[in-house]
Nanobody, 116 residues
Framework: VQLQASGGGLVQAGGSLRLSCAASGRTVSTYIMGWFRQAPGKEREFVAHITWTGRFTLYTDSVKGRFTVSRDNAKNMVYLQMNNLKTEDTGVYYC??????????WGQGTQVTVSS
């Protein structure tokens, strides 16, 4: 599975961005898909995930109510809508695919920079 994240950029605090993750190589329609981020000097942290049906989602506390993860299995795509962005949301965002309980596949990351 190859994952390609895109949609990052520079935005002012309070603004919005929509990240996309395109999967190729094989369908990810049965995988849990997630988003992680890594701020400078920090470890990669979980942001959100979505089950293969899209019925269940999970978010880290700091983004609840601001971020929304979604997927389109027909297009092999996963999205992260980020609203009311804060400077602490700055980092490289990665999409991942969870196969059998492990995050086995990762995209190359897309930079999100939120300015004050």
């Amino acid at each position: 599975v190859q994952l390609q994240a895109s949609g990052g950029g520079l935005v002012q605090a309070g603004g919005s961005l929509r990240l996309s993750c395109a999967a190729s190589g094989r369908t990810v329609s049965t995988y849990i898909m997630g988003w992680f981020r890594q701020a400078p000097g920090k470890e990669r942290e979980f942001v959100a995930h979505i089950t293969w049906t899209g019925r269940f989602t999970l978010y880290t506390d700091s983004v609840k109510g601001r971020f929304t993860v979604s997927r389109d299995n027909a297009k092999n795509m996963v999205y992260l809508q980020m609203n009311n962005l804060k400077t602490e949301d700055t980092g490289v965002y990665y999409c991942g695919a969870n196969v059998g309980g492990r995050w086995d596949y990762w995209g190359q990351g897309t930079q999100v920079t939120v300015s004050s």
